[in-house]
């Protein structure tokens, strides 16, 4: 029967699959071809659970809610940032790392440029030791010679007063600077190079404090030097007015002696500097001074006996006759076969190279000075230096021959105004005009 407000039987309950896991219930359906569809259900492959059905009698129920996705966004964020830090200290370290680095470089290069200044320093201080040290061994060589009265005492002290100072500069002078240590290989790690960075330059520092001091006295010694230079200058240029004087003083010596003491002289002016040459030559100096002075003494033993007086005012007259040649005289018993009674005799021999000349006279003439036969004895005399004079006027005659220089010097004479006996007219007659002219010209 049917009835129009009877709806009908509700539909058949799905079946609940078989399971393996249930025995007694067989194999498993066939797949279903196709579900029914049911008001607001999807279709599915397999019903759900049974405690998820709608009630019975229900002509629908409503699908499962879909699953929900799980957020980790708080998650993804936080790695992103430990990410971001760690790099951010990854390359924070690297910055650190290349910056200590080129401190460390820096402090390297600091010192080996210290390094240089050291080898600088000590290159330049023991040159300038070296010099003093010179200097003092040629002023301890030129103190340890008597220079009494051949140089100006006052110059003298001033130099010996230096050569002190410099020897006191030298016993205060520094040892060589020692090298700052070399750095070994750069460590790994910057806080490692920063520290041995600021070490490096520490030593830099402190070297380049020592070889300020250094140089400071270094510079002690090289004043003390140019100290001693300039005193031993003025030392040195003093021996002109002082040899002058020794010469003059000591006018008998030989001529040989006096030409090695007049260059000797000249040498040691040449000197502006003190040093093992100028030393050398203040030596010679000195020894040279010292053989005039002996050498005068030994012509005054040989002269010595009752014509002493005569002989040296005799040679006192030659030479004021003919200033600035250097004479020398000999005496004998009889020269050029006279000298006997009261015959005079006299030779000259002279050399135009170094400009000397040796004139020789007969004891007569010292025993006949000052008497009645002194025109004679100084006509004699006269004539000798007129031979002399060859030296300072061979240009003005013809001196190859033996007549020629004796008319020369017989002119000379009587130009000079000795026409007594021994002029020379008695024994080589009158000299022609132009030689009494050409005389005239020679003083």
Known sequence: MTDSQYPGPPPPLPQQPSSPSYPGFGAPPPPYLAQPSYPS??????????????????????????????????????????????????????????????TYEAAVEQLEAAQD????????????????EARQLAADTIEQADTTGLFDATLAQSFTDSATALDTALAAAPEELTQP?????????????????????????????????????????????????????????????????????????????????????????????????????????????????????AELDEKAGPLLTSRLEVEQFARDLAPGIMLDFDWAPIVAGAGGGLSVGGTTHWWMDPGYATIT???????????????????????????ALTIRCGDMYDWSTQESIEQWATAWAIVNGYTGEGNGVSVYGEPPQSMLDAARGCS
């Open 117 to 132: 200044n050291v080898v600088a320093a000590n290159t330049a201080g023991t040159a300038t030791i070296a010099d003093a």
């Open 181 to 297: 240590r070399s750095p070994g290989t750069m460590p790994a790690l910057p806080w490692e190079r920063e520290a041995e960075a600021a070490a490096i330059t520490s030593r830099a520092d402190d070297a380049n404090d020592d070889i300020v001091a250094f140089d400071n006295d270094i510079e002690l010694v090289a004043n003390a030097s140019t100290t001693l230079d300039s005193a031993a200058a003025d030392f040195f240029g003093s021996v002109t007015t002082y040899s002058e004087s020794l010469i003059t003083a000591n006018i008998a010596a030989k001529n040989e002696t006096k030409v090695s003491f007049q260059r000797a002289t000249s040498a040691v002016t040449q000197f502006t500097e003190l040093n093992g040459s100028s030393a050398a030559a203040v030596t010679a100096y000195v020894d040279a001074a010292t053989a005039v002075i002996a050498s005068q003494q």
């Open 361 to 387: 006279l007969s004891d007569s003439v010292a025993e006949l000075w000052g008497t009645q036969y002194d025109p004679m004895v100084r006509a004699l005399v006269a004539h000798e230096v007129g031979h």
């Open 41 to 102: 259900q999807p279709p599915y492959a397999s019903p759900p659970p049974y405690a998820d059905q709608p009630p019975y009698g229900s002509s629908s129920w409503s699908a499962p809610p879909p699953p929900r996705k799980k957020r980790h966004t708080g998650l993804i964020v936080t790695a992103t940032l430990v990410t971001v830090a760690a790099a951010a200290g990854v390359a924070g370290f690297i910055v650190w790392q290349n910056a200590a680095e080129a």
